[in-house]
């Protein structure tokens, strides 16, 4: 996928920084966060397919393409992510480090937000727009509930599949593709339309801390033994 691709091309991209621009709602303080991001390469992959799948991965992956060392979420909860990444055919490092950012890989969070929303769940799903997620989700609405980890992935990569269609007709592509798809996932497109205007720019604190811990992931180690 060309996900995968961009890897090694855009290694060498990130810049340091800033100060954030302005409020991000998210379950945890991301100005506790380390400021590392100025010395970790970038990462920028991009989705090569946007269309949903409807098939499910058949194929049994082994630890060492989904168990990181640092993620401190299970075994088995770390495969789920991997096979619902492989599905919707969307970076599996990339959804890690925005579940990270988003809530630390916690299922029990919420967030009240400024206009009465709350975000729920390990992908902070938004309360106003849960049918919009729930379909990113392909689960029924009546059904649909933030806070299990599953359908908040879903919502989450159906979301980033939703969003790089979008941006792609646009015509953004590599790195500027990925700093829109996770802008948008944390701002949504009309706020972030709006932060592009008013500041002149593309990049946030948001994304940088996203790729920062991307590029920190460690994978387990092949001959590690795991119940």
């Not at 990181?68 to 990444?85: F, W």
């Amino acid at each position: 996928m060309k996900l995968l691709a961009l890897l090694s091309a855009c290694v060498m991209l990130i810049q340091p920084v800033p100060n954030p621009p302005e409020d991000i709602t998210a379950a945890v303080d991301l100005s506790s966060i380390a400021e590392t991001a100025d010395q970790s390469p970038v990462y920028h992959p991009i989705a090569d397919e946007v269309a949903l799948s409807s098939e499910a991965v058949t194929d049994e992956p082994s630890v060492e393409d989904y168990y990181y060392t640092d993620v401190p979420l299970e075994q088995a909860q770390q495969k789920l992510i991997y096979e619902i990444c492989e599905e919707y055919e969307v970076d599996y490092p990339l959804v890690l480090g925005i579940l990270s950012v988003e809530s630390n890989y916690r299922t029990n969070v919420s967030h009240k937000n400024n206009n009465g929303s709350t975000d729920m769940g390990i992908a902070q799903i938004n309360s106003y727009y849960l049918d919009h997620y729930a379909a990113m989700a392909q689960i029924p609405e009546s059904e649909f509930d933030p806070y299990i980890l599953e359908h908040g992935v879903r919502a989450l990569c159906g979301d980033l599949q939703y969003l790089t269609d979008s941006y792609e007709e646009d015509g953004y592509t590599g790195e500027e593709l990925t700093i829109h798809i996770l802008n948008g996932y944390n701002m949504g497109q009309g706020g972030f339309n709006k932060y592009k205007k008013r500041t002149g720019s593309i990049s946030r604190y948001y994304d940088k801390k996203v790729l920062a811990v991307v590029s920190s992931l460690e994978l387990s180690d092949e001959n590690i033994i795991l119940n």
